[in-house]
């Protein structure tokens, strides 16, 4: 077995959860079960694990298989019923212990690159059956040959008089020798800091993986630890108070906090009664020490010395600061911001504005919500009031658009009263939108290649937002298309065998606004 990723590493908004397993850029190899147990679920979803297998064991465990491209015959012919059934393509199935028994080393699949994946390869996850908490799978014994201790690329002190936002990270230069590293004397301007560390693991493959155990020690003495043993998906996003998130989203590095944020509340991480606030009572210098180790025990260490310097002035929190464990109303003169008390990991000086917005479908100002760059947990909820009389026709299409730079998040504007609301758990720059316009599909394809095609291709598309509702008729009758990231795949089946002469293909499709559009394709098989 060889990795792309490991249990624990960084993510956006989560942390991976189980190994990556190379499949060499193929699809279509077989997976085994690892263990005797029998098939208690299985999902397909457009993102997330695309097509996933999980099995549950006698011994309290459950595996979980995911992006896979086919089922084994006999499950791929239930839930391809199922879906004919239930006329939805989409699908979360749970079995009773009878339905699917399999034994260790059983082909249960065929490997594949669907939902959200970026390339071929197997996510394996293994999870507590009861508690349903991923666990670290390579404290399972796998054979994966790792004798690299993990590789450490930066050091990072903060200020940790008022927030790790501002004024930010002030990073140390680090030198190596061997598994050994040292920085030069870290001169600090607070008497309260804290540290953080850019670093990755490698097992004997140039894959970059995640950081399984740090310690931080200051004149010998354990300042701080985590340790990546187990993590819920409930609490996953935990990860944005666990990491520089600002150098995370902006700068694309991979900073790990060697302290708690007040607001990260990730069970069985972190050491308990060891906050890693360092709060230096005198200008004496110091010891520092940071460990880093990998599931199989190689180490890397980097040691540096501490100083206060002349303490600078301490950053001033404003009427608008959100603070963790709070919760928080802000407003402008057409919108208003509700954060619930689990919003935010850190204290943010919270900066909202109002802006002219030019787009002519615009029915109201941008809002501009801080930046992309600060984190929040929960959803908060964001009120827009409109810049102009709507009729109920507009407000029914009205959505709320949300833009963090490097995606946009549409919903459906809810109203209470003269203002629009809708829920979002990114910061970034949102706006009130009537949204006319038609969804649509396009086909591209030439009828007289489709007698030796073995599937058909709609290409998805809408102005604003996303299809969240796709038919297809055949001849009258509803057609499985899987959903393949904006595109719709039919794989031809008995449901339309060759040589069966000229079909109709209806399609129905429906964006966030609500507005629906149908259209008719002929095509001869």
Known sequence: MQLAANFGAIRINHFHMGLDLRTNSQENLPVLAAADGYVSRIKVERYGFGNAVYITHPNGYTTVYAHLNKYFNKLDEYVKERQYKDEKWEQDITFQPGQFPVEKG?????????GGSAGPHLHFEIRDTKTEECLNPLL??????????????????YDRRFSTYEPGANGIAVKKAGNVYTANVVQVNSPEISFAIKAVDKANQGFNLGIYNAELLMDGKLVYSFKIDKIHYDDTRYINGCIDYTKFIRD???????????????????????????????????????????????????TTKLQLNKTSEKISATGKT??????????????????????????????????????????????????????????????????????????NK?????????????????????????????????????????????SGWAEEALVNSSSLLLKGTTKVGDIISFRAELDGKWLRFARVKDNFVYTFDEKCPKGSGVHTLKVTTTNIAGNTNVQTFTFQR
């Open 106 to 114: 059983q082909q249960i699949a065929l490997s594949g690159n669907t």
């Open 140 to 157: 399972f014994g796998f054979a994966i040959p790792d004798t690299v201790a993990p590789i450490i690329s930066g050091l990072y002190w």
């Open 322 to 395: 959100v603070m963790p464990n709070e919760g928080k109303t802000i407003s402008t003169e057409n919108a208003e911001i509700n954060f619930s008390k689990n919003a935010v990991y850190d204290a943010v000086n919270f900066n909202m504005y109002e802006k002219a917005d030019a787009d002519q479908n615009a029915a109201s100002n941008s809002i501009v919500l801080q930046n992309p760059y600060i984190p929040v947990q929960d959803e908060y909820t964001l009120k827009i009031k409109s810049n102009r009389r709507l009729s109920d026709a507009e407000k």
């Open 398 to 442: 009205a959505i709320i658009l949300l833009d963090y730079g490097s995606d946009k998040d549409v919903v459906k504007a809810k109203w209470i009263g003269d203002r629009a609301e809708g829920q979002f758990n990114r910061l970034g720059t949102a706006k009130l939108l009537i949204d006319n316009t038609l969804p649509s599909v396009s």
């Open 252 to 302: 694309k590095m991979g900073i790990q906090h060697l302290a708690d944020l007040p607001g990260m509340k990730l069970q069985n991480y972190s050491a308990p009664n060891l906050t890693g606030i360092i709060n230096l009572q005198d200008e004496e210098v110091h010891n520092i020490e940071i460990v880093l180790k990998d599931t199989k025990g190689n180490t890397s260490r980097l």
